[in-house]
């Protein structure tokens, strides 16, 4: 049981971490990345640039997505939509992030980003943040769990 003011606390901040990840994979990957290819003229710069602005949204994302589970821990028990979803993007950004990532980050450092690996590895990662990104908005729309329904 928890108190109608800790129930309203834990609600905004799971608002806010849900804000601050989706709203950072929609800048970042729709907005920010795009405009640093268009505006640079040297596309290894822009890559770098790009691949440092995802590094950081997908540790975010780890530290947010960890902290939601446990504030879905809160309000439900057992296994729940909103707990699937953020353990898929969880899982998206890891394998992402610790599986890919280093793999073309690699492929750029031998100089092979005129490769089909290297295309390949980057449709993957592409596939994985878009995946990451289209669930994020399926929980920012979706109703927000009533923390003060607890208090009974």
Do not use: K
Not at 65 to 74: A, C, M, Y
């Amino acid at each position: 049981m928890i108190s109608p003011l800790a129930g309203q606390v834990v609600s905004a901040v799971e608002r806010i971490l849900l804000t601050l990840w989706v709203g950072s994979l929609w800048v970042v990957g729709f907005i920010v990345a795009p405009v640093l290819f268009a505006e640079l003229d040297d596309r290894a710069l822009a890559g770098s640039l790009a691949g440092v602005l995802f590094t950081l949204t997908g540790y975010l994302g780890l530290a947010c997505g960890g902290v939601l589970l446990l504030l879905n821990g809160l309000q439900y028990r057992g296994i729940n939509w909103r707990l699937i979803v953020i353990a898929c993007m969880l899982l998206l950004v890891m394998v992402g992030q610790f599986v890919v990532t280093p793999m073309v980050a690699e492929l750029r450092v031998q100089g092979l980003t005129d490769t089909p690996r290297f295309g390949q590895l980057h449709g993957i990662a592409s596939v994985l943040f878009l995946l990451t990104s289209v669930l994020g908005l399926a929980l920012v729309a979706a109703r927000q769990p009533d923390y003060r329904a607890l208090q009974d």
